[in-house]
Each structure stands twice: as C-alpha cells, then as structure tokens.
C-alpha cells in the first residue's frame, strides 16, 4: 500500500516539493503507522520525491459498519476477531463480509461505512 | 503553497500496472454465461502452459464464488507470502491467487463496489514477478470484474468462452460487441462443450473478426478430475486444450 500511496503523492507533487501529507489509516487493515511511515519515506526517495518522516499525520478511521437489511450500525468493538481473521481482512479488508455479520439481526449484507483501508486525506506541496 | 485535497484517488490503480510489467500475457477467460466452462478452461489453459514449461500463473477474480482452489486441490494450510505485496504459491507448476485463502471456505456476499475494492485490492497486492502467461479466471456477466480489468490493466487480452448452445452464443455476442466498442483485442474464442466446430459459433467469429481457437468435447472424464491434475490431463479437453495453447503461442 505504502507503494501506492508513494507513487500517488508524487504523481500529485509533479515535480514540486512535498511539504506535508494527512493520511487515512482506517482500522481493517490493521496497519502498523510507524512502519508504514518508515516504508513511505525510503519509497517516496526511490521515486525520487522526498519527504520528511515527521511531515507525514496520520488519521486513526475506526472502522464501522452498517446494515444493509435492518439499518443497525456498529463498529468492530461489538464483535469479536481472532488473529487470523485480522490478518485475513488486513490483505483484503472486504473479506470482513466472511467473519461478520450483522449484531442485530445476521446479515452479511452490509456496508462497510467507515475505517476500510488506507487513503490519502491532504497533500501540500511548496 | 497549495493544499490539495483528493478523496477520489485510489493510490492502489497506480501499482496495477507495475504489478504487471513483467507479464507479457494477461488473459482473462470471459463469458457472459455461466456454466459455460470459464473455470475449467482456465485452469486447462495454466496447466497446459505450466507443462509447456512456460511460467504462467491462474488469478480466481470469480471473488465471491471462487473454485480455482478447489480444481487445484490446492492445500488450505498454503497460503501466498508476503514481502512487499502478496506472492502467490506455486502450484502444479503455476502461480494460484484467489481470495479463497483468506476466506477459510466462509460465504462472501459483496455488493458490486465492494467487488470493484477487491479487484483492485487484489491486482494491487499481488506481485507476479516474471509470467509469460496471466490467465484470469472472471465470472458470468459483464459487470464490475470485467469492467474493471478493462479499465486498469492495459495489458489483457480477453479468451471468449462459449458453447454452441443458442442461449450462450446471444449472450457472447453482447460481450463481443462491448470489447469492440471499447477497442479491446480479443485473443480469441473457445467453442466448449462441443464435439465438433458448429457453424453458429465459426460464422460468429467471422462476423466479429477474431480467431475461432477451437472446440473443447464434453466429457464425464472431465467432472471426475476436478482436484486431479494427473487425471485431468488425460482428458481430451486437455489435449484440445493445451493444443489451443500452442496455436496461441506459435
């Protein structure tokens, strides 16, 4: 993810410096911020568009769900995850539809309305 | 100094491409039908490529009904490894990705931005290295998996997938028509199901100007191989297959 994120900021910078990113980290990925920030800055050099490490914020999503059958909503603290069904959903955060299912009434149906994955929320450049 | 707020940008259609620079041929297996043999096809097709001594890997993006798994028996304590992306094991010779490994086998009813996430996600994730062939196993219709393979990978080169049955010869001529109208190259069209060439499914290639591949028999043989790659490949559909194969590599 750091990755793409690295190729985006500097598609968007187009040759200017960066000088501060806000980034998304929404809870199913389960994303480690600080080696996410370590990876960002050494793939942001290999592009070639350098930016400080303690410019980058990050934004903690919760993640939050709600029902597409009976309207309920709820967040990943009502029920329970093991490791593996983490780890699952971290690689592909809509395999969460496999390990969950409506508190309220047991649907799978539902969205997935905050704390998905990883986005870029700001981006200034000089 | 400028600030620039971009909600709408997804970070991850940037590396679709990189994900894929080494790959010099990505097929996706379409038909609008289902039950038309898409799956078994493409895993005919990585299994006669893999004995080919080609590198080839099999992608599943039937993501809410994935079986590639289960045609390959693959293992469920196998799972892809992970350094900088996902890598895919290697199996009967081919590179296997599907969302089946991190399911455990559970239902995943997903709505169709949902699918579109996945699809994404996965051709984001999966680092291929270097493949002379990327088969892609898609499912029936002409919705959020196709479309987006047609959007974000350049590179794919759609096999159409019918039987000479009337019902699925309609239904693949819609799908011919978008890839026309979209300019997407089509490697060709396999008649499955079918002991001999049907005039209905050959007058249909002539009339959308693509390669009529060949025509894959029905057979038992077949059904009872599903998780033997040994008897699988003593079928004819195999043979038929894998001389498919060598028609698109010549």
Redesign the interface.
């Known amino acids: 993810m750091a990755e793409g994120v690295a190729r985006y900021l500097c598609s968007v910078a187009g040759g200017r410096k960066l000088k501060s990113v806000k980034i998304g980290l929404g809870e199913l990925q389960s994303i480690d911020e600080e080696v996410f920030r370590f990876a960002l800055a050494e793939l942001l050099r290999v592009e070639g568009c350098e930016l400080s490490e303690d410019s980058v914020v990050f934004v903690r999503k919760p993640a939050a769900f709600q029902c597409r059958k009976c309207g309920y909503s709820w967040t990943l603290n009502e029920v329970g995850l093991n490791d593996e069904e983490r780890e699952a959903i971290h690689f592909i955060p809509e395999v969460v539809h496999a390990y969950v299912s409506c508190p309220a009434c047991g649907s799978r149906d539902f969205d997935v309305v905050g704390g998905r994955g990883v986005e870029v929320v700001e981006v200034v450049v000089e | ?7 709408d ?1 997804d ?5 679709i491409e ?1 994900r894929l620079a080494n790959v010099n041929n990505v097929i996706p297996v379409m038909s609008p039908k289902g039950g038309v043999g898409k799956t078994l096809i493409s895993t005919l097709m990585a299994l006669a490529i893999a004995e080919n001594n080609s590198s080839v890997g099999i992608l599943d993006l039937d993501v809410t009904n994935p079986s590639i798994h289960v045609i390959l028996n693959l293992d469920p304590g196998v799972k892809p490894s992970e350094d ?3 890598i895919p094991p290697k199996v009967h010779g081919i590179k296997a990705m599907s ?1 089946a ?4 086998g ?6 169709g931005s ?2 579109t ?2 699809v994404r ?2 051709l ?2 999966t680092i291929w290295g270097s493949l002379d062939y990327l088969i892609i196993d898609t499912p029936p219709g002409m919705s959020d998996v196709h479309l987006e393979i047609l959007s974000n990978v350049g590179k794919a080169r759609p096999l159409v997938v019918t039987t000479p049955h009337i019902l699925s010869v309609y239904s693949v001529r819609s799908l011919l028509t978008i890839l026309k109208e979209v300019g997407t190259p089509i490697v060709g069209l396999v008649e499955n199901m079918s002991e001999n060439p049907t005039d209905v499914v050959i007058d249909l290639c002539r009339e959308f100007k693509i390669r009529y591949l060949g025509n894959v028999p029905l057979e038992s043989l077949l059904a009872l191989s599903v998780g033997n790659m040994t008897l699988m490949k003593k079928t004819r559909a195999y043979s038929r297959v894998a001389e498919i194969i060598k028609r698109l590599s010549s």
């Open positions: 100094m400028s600030g620039l707020r971009r909600h940008e970070p991850r259609k940037l590396l990189r900088k992306g996902v969302i490994y991190y399911t455990e559970k239902p995943l009813p997903l709505r949902e699918i996430k996945v996600e996965i984001a994730i």
